[in-house]
């Protein structure tokens, strides 16, 4: 339910992993200091642009892949995970290039139809991913 009181669902339509353009060696980053001070949590981010091109939607969602491959190849620990480094004793980023979660949703209203001067969790989860793989997910 929106903030204004409607339900509304939102369909998966596709759900891939978009992988490092050219990733380099497997291998673990430790945290910082300051990292280690703060609690894990997830930050989530809700972008929405108004269309600016006359390509069809599978274009625009080719090229959104594409480049997210391009990025992930500079900013490689976030198509990693964040897990326990038995060797070590603490949690560090594997840099395994597992890649990122790339998933196309559809929903049953427009956006202008929701209150984003007051999101809440009806909007989490459904209009955000739900990050499962690697330390970064995208919905489209």
Known sequence: MSS???CFTVEVIDNVVVGV???WNDHWL?????????PPFDIGFF???KKTSNESFSTVLSTLKA????FLAVYYPLAGDIIWNQAVGENQIHCNYQGV????TTADLQLKELNFYN???IIEGRLMPKKSRAALAIQV
């Open 47 to 49: 972008f929405c642009f």
């Open 67 to 70: 480049s997210l491959s391009r």
């Open 21 to 23: 353009e050219e990733p």
């Open 119 to 121: 999101p809440n969790e």
């Open 4 to 6: 204004s009181g409607m």
């Open 30 to 38: 430790p945290f910082t200091n300051l990292d280690l001070l703060v």
């Open 101 to 104: 979660d790339f998933i196309t």
